[in-house]
């Protein structure tokens, strides 16, 4: 039984609601040991390398392996993601005793009570943190906290750019040399791969692994090509192969591949079904650990922008009933010498508003990208796990399986005209006649 006293864990963290940390560290330890079992030698060489590496106790750099530390809240420890820009300050805040490592998930944890008499260590310049001679120490970045408000910042704490390639493509930082591939692209066109238009500060190293594995990722047939030491997917003893804390199953709806993700127990709260087409963001979800609900996923793929469908299963077929009211027109035919105006964006402000507070709003928030975004603001995230509008078998969308023709799921869908208001769209005169 959870206390009641015991404060919320860091999501993403691993550690578990009113989990204390001698209990987190009897679990990881428990778990590694069956991972052992299974390990190959290969594996196991390669973690024996990492072992090595670790021994030597210098601060993982933006190439090296993750860092949590402990922090006292309420007289529980509460384990928390370090953020690669403070690794040093945290690093320094600790003895050697007091530092714990994991090879199988490449992690270290930073914890007082592992030896309560060690003195901390203040940084020296035999790291491998790639210092630069600036103070990295003040302030310290919370990069590592998600936005919990419904209204979307222009600019968000980002992830640093190992790990957002990591996160999205696999990317692992090598602890041996890798040959490089016969085509290796540069780095501006690394930064475009994972979305990032800015330049980003990354070491010489970690600069030379990342362009060298995305090298092999455009020019690989099948994994196999891509060096193990590279790939999370071809590590077995990585986070992405790890079972999964939902069911998941992939099947063809509708002429289209979709990957279904559940709450493994049937009774549980919420009743909808996750339903995803982009397996990059599936393998994305498993790497970052989100869950163990769906309701958690469901937050972080809104949070990420990626587009879903929180359906429900029903079996029933369309009920029918005339067409969903087209919002073409609403914003009206412009001439074209028209500039917009406050008072135009006021009213486009006005009718996008109008439109998400209704129960079809809610397929905006699903929709991913820009929609996403936009409907952030209007719409509380929670209103998604309430499951589609009440008229979904009138006017939703339904999923059913290839072969056969009984629905398998609905959800709602935007139609193009609602697409149009939320994206501004309104016609502007050409000032030509349309000839037959």
């Not at 060489?45 to 949590?68: C, S, W, Y």
């Not at 090509?225 to 590590?235: F, S, T």
């Not at 469901?298 to 922008?305: D, E, M, N, P």
């Not at 796990?385 to 009440?390: A, H, I, K, V």
Request: glycine letters at 8%; a negative charge.
């Amino acid at each position: 039984m959870i206390r009641r006293d015991f404060p919320p864990v860091e999501k993403y963290s691993g550690q578990r609601a009113g989990e204390d940390w001698k209990s987190f560290f009897a679990r990881r330890d428990a778990e590694n040991a069956k991972r052992a079992e299974k390990e190959t030698e290969n594996a196991r060489q390669e973690r024996q390398q990492r072992i090595d590496h670790a021994a030597k106790q210098t601060v993982p750099g933006r190439k090296g392996a993750r860092v949590f530390y402990w922090d006292e809240e309420d007289g529980f420890l509460i384990r928390r993601a370090g953020g690669r820009k403070n690794y040093d300050w945290h690093w320094g805040r600790f003895g050697a005793k007091q530092r714990r490592y994991d090879s199988f998930r490449n992690e270290w944890d930073l914890c007082e009570e592992l030896d309560p008499q060690d003195e901390p260590t203040y940084i020296s310049g035999d790291d491998d943190s790639d210092y630069d001679g600036e103070d990295h120490y003040f302030p310290l970045y919370d990069d590592h906290d998600e936005p919990e408000n419904s209204s979307v910042p222009v600019e968000r704490p980002q992830d640093a750019l190992d790990d957002m390639v990591y996160y999205r493509f696999g990317y692992i930082a090598p602890v041996v040399a890798v040959p490089k591939p016969s085509t290796v692209p540069e780095m501006h066109h690394v930064r475009k791969f994972v979305g990032v238009l800015q330049d980003t500060a990354v070491s010489n190293t970690a600069r030379e692994s990342m362009t060298t594995f995305f090298g092999y990722l455009l020019q690989a047939g099948n994994i196999r090509e891509i060096p193990r030491e590279l790939y999370d997917l071809r590590q077995h003893e990585a986070d992405v192969h790890s079972s999964a804390a939902v069911r998941m199953q992939k099947k063809m709806l509708n002429g289209r591949l979709y990957y279904i993700i559940s709450d493994r127990q049937a009774d549980t709260s919420p009743a909808f079904t996750i339903l995803l087409t982009s397996a990059a963001s599936v393998v994305e979800m498993l790497r970052r650990g989100w869950g163990p609900k769906i309701i958690d996923i469901a937050k972080s793929l809104i949070r990420r922008g990626i587009s879903f469908q929180a359906a429900v299963q029903d079996s029933h077929e369309r009920v029918e009933t005339s067409s969903i009211a087209p919002y073409y027109g609403l914003l009206g035919c412009r001439p074209t010498d028209y500039k917009p105006d406050r008072l135009e964006f006021a009213t486009y402000q006005a009718l996008c508003k109008g439109f998400l507070r209704s129960q079809r709003g809610r397929a905006a928030l699903l929709a991913g990208g820009i929609l996403g975004r936009i409907a952030q603001d209007f719409i509380p995230n929670d209103e998604v796990y309430l499951g589609p509008s009440s008229d979904v078998l009138k006017c939703g969308v339904c999923f059913v399986a290839d072969g056969e023709s009984t629905p398998v799921f609905w959800d709602d869908a935007l139609t193009d005209d609602e697409i149009d208001l939320l994206c501004g769209v309104y016609k502007i005169e050409t000032g030509k006649r349309l000839l037959n």
